[in-house]
Antibody, heavy 117, light 106 residues
């Protein structure tokens, strides 16, 4: 069974940093492209970052470019999102999602990031 | 960047109704469009990909159509389990979601 489990969320002050993790199991992690999608409280979905299967190609939404970095460790079956210079607008539930043919078939349960003083 | 606009934002309907949600792209995306269903507190679930292909396990009352810039998601006979929020998503150029359509009980 495919499972994705995010962790690392929490309360952080404006200007602070946080690293999210996504632990993958039930499939060959190194064969799949992965994404991060976020959802602000009561708002819609926002794609924010993509990484290909070998970790050499990344893409970012304009809203996070230059502040967030996606990475992966295929030996540990893990996906990461390093977030810097956080603002209140980054407050959201962050989901990792496995992509196949560019569709997001599997999602984690999400981890909440709250940026507040 | 490609913008996706859904309408309506909220839709009130009854069980058994035929429901249609529209999604418009700011430029042509061919048929690179997906639809997701999301229930409160849960992750989204893929319903339709490539504009009209039904994901395995999704009930046949769901259907998608369109190409270019205009797309629709239709639920032929709304069931109690279908009250949720629906999002379109383009993947012609990176990914962009529409703002969502909440289907609520009338």
């Amino acid at each position: 069974e495919v499972q994705l489990e995010e962790s690392g969320g929490g309360l952080v002050q404006p200007g602070g940093s946080l690293r999210l993790s996504c632990a993958a199991s039930g499939f060959t992690f190194s064969s799949y492209e992965m994404n991060w999608v976020r959802q602000a409280p009561g708002k819609g979905l926002e794609w924010i970052s993509y990484i290909n299967s070998n970790g050499l190609t990344m893409h970012y939404a304009d809203s996070v470019k230059g502040r967030f970095t996606i990475s992966r460790d295929n030996a540990k079956n893990s996906l990461y999102l390093h977030m810097n210079s956080l603002t209140a607008e980054d407050t959201a539930v962050y989901y990792c999602a496995r992509a196949e043919n560019q569709n997001f078939y599997y999602w984690g349960q999400g981890t909440l990031v709250t940026v507040s003083s | 960047d490609i913008q996706m606009t859904q309408s309506p934002s909220t839709l009130s309907a009854s069980v058994g109704d035929r429901v249609t949600i529209t999604c418009r792209a700011s430029q042509s995306i061919s048929n690179w469009l997906a639809w997701y269903q999301q229930k409160p507190g849960k992750a989204p679930n893929l319903l339709i990909y490539k504009a009209s292909s039904l994901e395995s396990g999704v009930p046949s009352r769901f259907s998608g159509s369109g190409s270019g810039t205009e797309f629709t998601l239709t639920i032929s006979s709304l069931q109690p389990d279908d009250f949720a929020t629906y999002y379109c998503q383009q993947y012609n150029s990176l990914w962009t979601f529409g703002q969502g359509t909440k289907v609520e009980i009338k």
